[in-house]
């Protein structure tokens, strides 16, 4: 109990918290779409910036179990052809970050979220007949992007899943690369956050700390989740959750 008075939440901000956290497991192991739902939820109850710091050190044990269930299945040869330029925008949108207030940080968000919307339905369309891009302007736009806005707000989950789905990964080849690309760009911010913006806290270490047992149920019951999904649903169910954020944030 004497932990639970270090927050000044209410019950009901509390059960959106462990919401919230169930939801980082599930999206990290099953459905990677539901991590756009979480953004607008903490970022509710704690802010813009601080909802980053609170965010990130619940992913980064959401990605745990994701890299260890879905290690074999990586493609790193994608992998390596984004992160140089990921860690880029990671820099990027950590001097930003310092610039912006809260009602920028969730403009940010919903535009960004919507031009993914317009994009995923777009090659959703066009199908077998789309033509990725195959130079290397493509590779350093979105990894800069998913490094800016992975940065900003925890948000590259649509960028980075346009790119795996433009390419035709199927679902565990996706899982395992998007598991592995985001640990690593997880880890790779956690010292920014600490350091250079310092909203990762002994404090918010700890309620992340408390999230753990809402975040290993998520996890596993997303593991149960994929492995029921046909192809089509799972990129129907990206695509529906990436709208329903895109809506939330740009009405809220």
């Known amino acids: 109990m004497h932990i639970i008075n270090l927050f000044d939440l209410t019950t009901l901000q509390w059960f959106w918290v462990v919401f919230a956290a169930f939801l980082v497991g599930l999206s990290k192991t099953g459905i990677s779409g539901l991590t756009m739902l979480i953004i607008p939820i903490i970022a509710t109850i704690f802010g813009g910036k601080e909802s980053t710091g609170i965010l990130l050190p619940m992913l980064l044990m959401g990605d745990v179990f994701a890299v260890s269930y879905y290690k074999k299945h990586a493609d790193w040869g994608k992998i390596r052809k984004l992160l140089p330029w990921a860690i880029v925008g990671i820099l990027l949108g950590g001097i930003v970050g310092n610039y912006i207030n809260d009602k920028q940080f969730k403009s940010f968000i919903a535009t960004s979220v919507l031009i993914c919307v317009v994009i995923l339905i777009y090659t959703e369309k066009k ?40 390419i035709g990964l199927k679902k565990n080849n996706y899982m395992g690369t998007a598991s592995w690309f985001f640990f690593i760009i997880n880890l790779t911010k956690l010292p920014l956050q600490i350091f250079f913006w310092n909203n990762i806290t002994a404090k918010t270490t700890i309620l992340s700390c408390m999230m753990i047992p809402a975040i290993t149920l998520g996890a596993f019951l997303g593991i149960k989740v994929v492995k029921r999904l046909n192809e089509k649903l799972f990129r129907y169910i990206i695509i529906a959750m990436t709208a329903l954020v895109a809506i939330k944030l740009g009405i809220g």
């Open 127 to 166: 199908g077998d007949k789309l033509n990725v891009p195959k130079g290397v302007w493509f590779n350093i736009l979105i990894g800069v992007a998913s490094g800016f806005t992975s940065m900003i707000g925890n948000a590259a989950g649509p960028v980075f899943s346009i790119y795996l789905l433009t």
